[in-house]
Structure formats: C-alpha cells, structure tokens
C-alpha cells in the first residue's frame, strides 16, 4: 500500500507542471524534475523486488511509475551528454573573437568577498556578473575597476541589485525595471577585441514563491518580453543572469523558443548552481542564452563561495557563416499567443 501511495504521489509531482497555472506551488514542480525521476527509478525498482509480479494491480502501478519515470527523463535528457549538442564546440579561428561571461549571485547577506575575487582572478572573465550585490558589495567589488573598468551598477538592498564589471567597451549601458519597479535588468553592446559587437542584457526576474511573488506572472513576462524583443535581431546576442527558473521549465522552453535562442548546456551538461549547499535540492537556476553567431569554448560550474549559487562561466566564440548551420527550438503559432498572453498578464 505504502508503494502505491508513493507512486501516486511522485506521479502528482511530476504531471502538476502540466496545468498551466501561474500559482507558485505549481510551478515550482517544473524545479525538481531530476529528483522526481530518481525518486520514480527507485521506487519502481523496489516494486520490482518486492511485489507479487502475478498481480495486476502491482503491474499497473509499476506501469505507471516507468511511465513517469520516461516523461522526466524527455525533459532532462537533453541536459546530459548522451543527447546532441545544440551549440557546436568552437573552431577557435580567431580569439579576438571570443567573450568570456562569469555570472555570481552572491547572495546579499554572503560576506567573504575574498573567495569571490579569488575566483574571479582564477578564471579571468571579461565580463562579470553579479546578482544580490547592495552597497556593501558594491564596495568591495569597485576594487576590480583596475581591470574591468566599464561599469553598470544597480545596488539594491532587495536581494535584487545588479552589477557588471567588464573589460570590454560597453555601449549604451541601460538600466531598465521592465516589469517590477523594484528588479533592475541591464543591457549593454559590448565590443570584442576585434571589434565586433555583441548585446548582451543581464536578467533576474522575481521567482514565483510563497516570499515573492505568489504566482509567475512577473518572471515569465519579463523573460517573454526579452525573448520578444531580441528575436528579430540580426546581430549577436547574449542574454545570461539568474533566471529563477529551470533550463528544462515550459516557461524557459517557450523563451527559447520566441527568441529563438540557443542554450550551450544541452548535450553538454545540467551545470547546476542552486543550491551550492544541499545537493539535494540543486538544478541549473542561472543560464546564459545565445544566438546562433556563437560556438562554444568553456562552460563550467565554479567552486563553492559561500553564497547558496555556485558561479557560472561560459566562454563563446563569434563565427561568422555558423548562424547558418545551427538551429534551435521552433515556436508555433500556439506559443506566440501564449507568448504574448504572459507578457499581457501583468498589465491586467
């Protein structure tokens, strides 16, 4: 009995995300899809151990338990190395080409600073990123202006301040509040060693949760209205941050999908960064996207810093002619109208 309750429940938790719902504790079944698929895997084989497998009950449940178990297991196998990559590896043709990305939430109440820098000095980005910075950090943070000298700052003491550090020329830095009047996003062109430009803008949408927002709505306009806005761009471009939601989410899938933009961690990894401290809560919270202009050079989950993310750090490389060789998700009519309903929502 205890294995049929089990097995009903971890069913519930995987088919809620298909309600379309905005409420929190909906959405928030779109997070765990690889703990759920464990969970499934194990359940179902000690059913398999210790059930009578004459009974047509016992068979049924253990039917429906490998069935839950392949519908994760779609949503989270492009994640890992046995599916295709979705971005080719780089052909390392010109390195004044090529942009590296270091993306940290530090976590505002986080103060060891010293690991943060460390990490930035080990890895040597040309842009960095970070999320949750308030004054204080934005004090100890202004020390990297002797390599990064060009600059966005947001300080906020809402766990929403946003700053940029980079190395690279940015043009025509804004800070914009797209959606809340109290979470920043940023966009900037950045111009590569050999000149080209790249726009790039810098996101983290309040998650749906029971201390944020009680539903969606805000994340996934502001995602969709990024996605919207980049989608009939010609030029390269970029857009990374904590995204508070997961790579394998409806909601990002139709981001991609709208914008038309590639994700490097399929066929390549899950590089979760939340939580850093309980792996057993852990999934891929902060992304970078890309248009097809880039190909792949790093992508790496950075080491523990006493913030509750792990940091980020993709380095790409701007191909002229491989836009034309690589694809991504296609969007139908059906996920233009959602699309654009989410954007709507909060205006309602």
């Not at 409420?23 to 690889?34: H, K, Q």
């Not at 010609?234 to 038309?260: C, H, Q």
Request: glycine content about 2%.
């Amino acid at each position: 009995m205890a294995f049929t309750v089990l097995t009903l429940l971890l069913m519930t938790f995987t088919l809620a995300p298909l309600f379309r719902s905005e409420i929190w504790w909906i959405r928030d079944w779109d997070f765990p899809r690889l703990q759920l698929f464990i969970a499934t895997i194990v359940l179902v084989v000690a059913e398999l151990i210790v059930w009578d497998l004459s009974a047509t009950r016992n068979l049924i449940i253990i039917l429906l338990g490998v069935s839950g178990a392949l519908y994760l297991g779609w949503w989270i196998l492009p994640y890992t190395w046995l599916y295709k990559k979705e971005v080719e590896d780089s052909l390392d043709i010109n390195p004044k080409n090529r942009i590296r990305i270091m993306v940290a939430n530090v976590l505002i109440t986080n103060k060891n600073v010293d690991k943060l820098l460390t990490l930035i000095h080990e890895n040597d980005p040309d842009i960095m990123v970070t999320l949750e910075t308030n004054i204080w950090w934005q004090k100890k943070l202004d020390v990297l202006e002797d390599v990064y000298p060009f600059t966005i700052k947001c300080p906020l003491e809402n766990t929403y301040g946003m700053h940029v550090y980079s190395r690279y020329v940015l043009l025509d830095p804004k800070i914009s509040f797209l959606i809340e009047d109290d979470v920043p996003s940023m966009s900037a062109k950045a111009v590569l060693p050999s000149g080209e430009k790249v726009l790039i803008y810098f996101l983290h949408p309040s998650p749906p949760s029971p201390t944020e927002n009680e539903t969606s709505i805000e994340r996934d306009a502001e995602l969709l209205l990024i996605a919207k806005e980049v989608k009939e761009l010609e030029e390269p471009v970029i857009v990374t941050g904590d995204m508070n939601d997961v790579a394998w989410s409806y909601t990002t899938r139709l981001f991609r999908k709208i914008s038309k933009m590639l994700d490097p961690r399929v066929g390549r990894g899950m590089f979760s960064t939340y939580h850093a401290e309980y792996p057993i809560i852990r999934w891929p919270l902060d992304h970078l996207f890309h248009s097809r202009h880039f190909t792949v050079v790093q992508v790496k989950r950075l080491p523990y810093f006493y913030s509750d993310h792990f940091p980020f750090l993709i380095e790409l490389e701007l191909i002229k002619g491989i836009e034309k060789v690589q694809d991504g998700l296609k969007a139908s009519h059906e996920d233009e109208q959602v699309a654009e309903e989410k954007i709507n929502k909060p205006n309602e």
